[in-house]
């Protein structure tokens, strides 16, 4: 009740576990996380091994990383072929080089392994100044196809209505909350809470093409050579 976004973490991570369970995991398998921050989907992962990375300067502070590598941003430190699949939650909008990543992700997937990834389409800029882009479905999908990979699913975690209230709560907790201490949480409770639960009850009953969402969650299978890039 006092999370003003709680719409978007609890979409979005509940998309990413459905996601994550539609896998057959091998007993043995690796998984790595590219971009693990604080290593948030761990606990969904239910053998094998579990690997983070991430890169030391971003827009988070160390204390928002627990990975058991860094990385420079471009190659990963892992040789060809390593892990079962690659997880990269909310990363490709701070990487320069997009394609560049996701093809270094193909490259440390075994053949037929999977990616699961998610990145946003309607949120605000963030960790400034490393915030480069938001994806369409469309967009994301060349990104894949050109890296090597086949989207086997994709899924939107929120639908018009839910977008347009993380929009306007987001809006009013970044200006008009003052700096007091404590007056954001009482803001979130009777202003924000309210506004998400009326958009809820909305998407519920309103028409929506589903052309507006928050985020995307795919899954892709790594099925042929990468095209090279121009």
């Not at 043995?28 to 948030?40: A, H, M, N």
């Not at 690997?51 to 827009?59: H, L």
């Not at 469309?138 to 929120?158: C, N, P, W, Y």
């Not at 009777?190 to 995307?216: E, H, S």
Request: glycine letters at 6%; a negative charge.
């Amino acid at each position: 009740m006092f999370n003003p976004i709680w719409i978007s973490e609890y979409k979005l991570r509940s998309k990413i576990k459905s996601t994550i369970d539609s896998i057959v995991f091998s007993p043995s398998g690796k998984w790595l996380d590219v971009g693990c921050g604080l290593r948030p989907y761990e606990p969904y992962f239910p053998t094998g091994l579990y690997v983070g990375v991430d890169i030391e300067v971003s827009g988070r502070i160390p204390a928002m990383k627990a990975p058991d590598y860094y990385y420079d941003g471009r190659l990963l430190p892992f040789p060809d072929d390593s892990f079962e699949g690659v997880i990269s939650t909310q990363v490709l909008e701070h990487v320069r080089d997009p394609l560049g990543l996701l093809a270094e992700m193909y490259r440390v997937i075994k053949p037929q392994g999977s990616l699961i990834i998610s990145l946003p389409f309607v949120w605000q800029e963030h960790e400034e100044p490393y915030d480069f882009f938001r994806f369409t479905r469309f967009g994301i999908t060349e990104l894949l196809e050109q890296a090597g990979f086949k989207v086997d699913s994709m899924i939107t975690d929120a639908g018009a209505i839910e977008t347009l209230a993380m929009v306007l709560t987001t809006y009013i907790t970044h200006n008009i909350v003052p700096p007091i201490r404590g007056f954001g949480s009482i803001i979130a409770l009777v202003v924000c809470f309210p506004i998400q639960l009326l958009a809820l009850t909305l998407q519920w009953v309103l028409p929506d093409q589903g052309k507006i969402y928050l985020n995307l969650v795919i899954q892709a299978s790594k099925i042929k050579t990468p095209c090279p890039k121009t």
